[in-house]
T-cell receptor, first 114, second 113 residues
Framework: QQQVKQSPQSLIVQKGGIPIINCAYE??????FPWYQQFPGKGPALLIA?????SEKKEGRFTISFNKSAKQFSLHIMDSQPGDSATYFC?????????????FGTGTKLQVIP | DTEVTQTPKHLVMGMTNKKSLKCEQH?????MYWYKQKAKKPPELMFV???????INESVPSRFSPECPNSSLLNLHLHALQPEDSALYLC????????????FGPGTRLTVL
């Protein structure tokens, strides 16, 4: 019940394309869904996050779509650039205080070709 | 200052060595985390400290010993590690009043020979 399933494992798009990464969860106690971007040799950086009372959130070129009934959420990257080439992790968390854990998806390696 | 810093950046150690990893944040966050990340895998939670007290230990072997000496610092003491412990060790912090955002440090790349 703690799993977050992420797909695809890898993705190659042309510059300007719109890569879409999908995630699904089972635990209905999750109430916060962040996306992290990680470059090789670096720590994950928070990209954008959403709560289940919102169906869509946009920040710059990054958009999260959230479907609470299907327990699915996805990341869209508009007008993708070579600099977006990185590994993207979806995640989910619930609970509060010092007992909150973040459950990560398995990651998607994105390559944007010039 | 929205930064989590980690030292050292790289560490090579033998199986009989004792070493420590250090993490520091000055965002006033009262929850701090240690994660282990193997290549092409997501971060794997090891420990959580809340208000300088250990709140979660994900059944980590005792050769890893965490310490939180104050609200800004988090250490991970290493002793008698195995080659399979080689990984990127990530520290993260989170404010307990309000948002859920976790901020990660750049990590320490550990190699055990």
């Amino acid at each position: 019940q703690q799993q977050v399933k992420q797909s695809p494992q890898s993705l190659i798009v042309q510059k300007g394309g719109i890569p879409i990464i999908n995630c699904a969860y089972e635990n209905t106690a999750f109430d916060y869904f962040p996306w992290y971007q990680q470059f090789p040799g670096k720590g994950p950086a928070l990209l954008i996050a959403i709560r289940p009372d919102v169906s869509e959130k946009k920040e710059g070129r990054f958009t999260i779509s959230f479907n609470k009934s299907a327990k699915q959420f996805s990341l869209h990257i508009m007008d993708s650039q070579p600099g977006d080439s990185a590994t993207y992790f979806c995640a989910a968390s619930g609970g509060s205080g010092g007992y909150q854990k973040v459950t990560f998806g398995t990651g998607t390696k994105l390559q944007v070709i010039p | 200052d929205t930064e989590v810093t980690q030292t050292p950046k790289h560490l090579v150690m033998g199986m009989t060595n004792k070493k420590s990893l250090k993490c520091e944040q000055h965002m006033g966050h009262r929850a701090m985390y240690w994660y282990k990340q193997k290549a092409k895998k997501p971060p794997e939670l090891m420990f959580v400290y809340s208000y300088e007290k250990l709140s979660i230990n994900e059944s980590v072997p005792s050769r890893f010993s965490p310490e939180c000496p104050n609200s800004s610092l988090l250490n991970l003491h290493l002793h008698a590690l195995q080659p399979e412990d080689s990984a990127l060790y990530l520290c993260a912090s989170r404010g307990l009043a309000g948002g859920n955002e976790q901020f990660f440090g750049p990590g320490t790349r550990l190699t055990v020979l």
